[in-house]
């Protein structure tokens, strides 16, 4: 049993050093950063940098496990608002799984160690539920996070959209306008808006589409809406300035509504612990009163 327990102990050490190995952040690829400067591809005759063992873990899993609906649906849109990759989300939903399962395993080498004895099924729910708990930690803050982060995106966007009717109205250009307010800002969505126009001023297409497909692939609608209205604007020959005013306005409207919609929420979840808070409070006051009332005289 002691063999057993320092077995178990031993594979359980080796397991954590590799999760933690896996989990520590790999630096950038060269070809990769290269990618991104340059407009063209490596050479095909340069040889890759070939990928480590952990991209292809969660590679593999990201092809053959990611299901689009289901417990194992991976959130790609969220994902591309993290700048994440689904490898490295799946990686950490197996790192974390097998976690679930070397920390019970480890508890009960030591407990056997010591000649503590328990149900053979008592082991296997703990070792299975904190194994399945553990593994949709990643899915739940990638959808907390990527909630706050698109809120904070579509405030930044309504800023955005209000500085680019000013420079309209100071009389620049469309494109000058729209390119403008983001050489001037240093916050995370005004960077996904410069880099989604400067793939539009490189690739010789309007802004509007490459506002559009950053909509789509982070899950802001309003870039999408804004897109269409723009090109009807464009095609019917209407005012850009009237189609921003009319976007600024029913995003402001929204995020008002959201706003006081999650207040009101808010207010309704506090009335629970008040009523409880007032009837603890009407218990011990009048708590003396009824113990005499029916109380031997």
């Not at 993290?82 to 197996?94: G, Q, S, V, Y």
């Not at 995003?251 to 008002?256: D, K, L, N, V, W």
């Not at 309704?268 to 009837?279: N, Q, R």
């Amino acid at each position: 049993m002691i063999a057993l327990a320092v077995v178990a102990a031993v594979l359980t050490v080796v397991g954590v050093l590799l999760i933690a190995r896996e989990l520590r952040p790999a630096p950038p690829r060269l070809d990769v950063a290269l990618a991104r400067i340059q407009a063209t591809g490596l050479s095909p005759a340069e040889p890759a940098t070939p990928p480590e063992l952990g991209e292809r873990v969660g590679a593999w899993l990201a092809v053959h496990l990611a299901r689009p609906a289901g417990m194992l649906v991976v959130p790609r849109t969220d994902l591309a608002l993290l700048d994440r990759t689904a490898e490295r989300f799946m990686l950490d939903k197996l790192a974390l799984l097998l976690a679930g399962i070397i920390i019970p395993s480890l508890l009960l080498g030591a407990l056997a160690a010591v000649g503590a004895s328990l149900p053979w099924a008592l082991p296997v729910i703990a070792v299975v539920l904190l194994a399945a708990g553990l593994s949709f930690l990643p899915d739940v803050w990638v959808r907390t996070e990527a909630r706050h982060r698109r809120s904070e995106f579509r405030y930044a966007f309504t800023c955005y959209l209000q500085l680019v009717l000013l420079e309209r109205a100071a009389g620049a250009a469309l494109n000058a306008a729209l390119e403008g307010p983001v050489s001037a800002a240093e916050a995370w969505p005004f960077r996904r808006i410069a880099a989604a126009l400067e793939s539009a001023r490189r690739g010789q297409q309007q802004p509007w589409r490459s506002l559009s497909d950053l909509g789509e692939q982070i899950g802001v609608a309003d870039l999408v809406d804004l897109a269409y209205s723009a090109q009807i604007a464009g095609a019917e020959g209407a005012k850009m300035h009237d189609v921003l005013a009319a976007k600024i306005t029913a995003m402001r409207h929204e995020a008002a509504a959201a706003t006081r919609a999650e207040a009101n929420a808010r207010t309704t979840a506090m009335w629970v612990p008040t009523s409880l808070l007032m009837l603890g409070f009407v218990v011990l006051v009048g708590f003396p009163f009824f113990a005499r009332l029916i109380g031997p005289g």
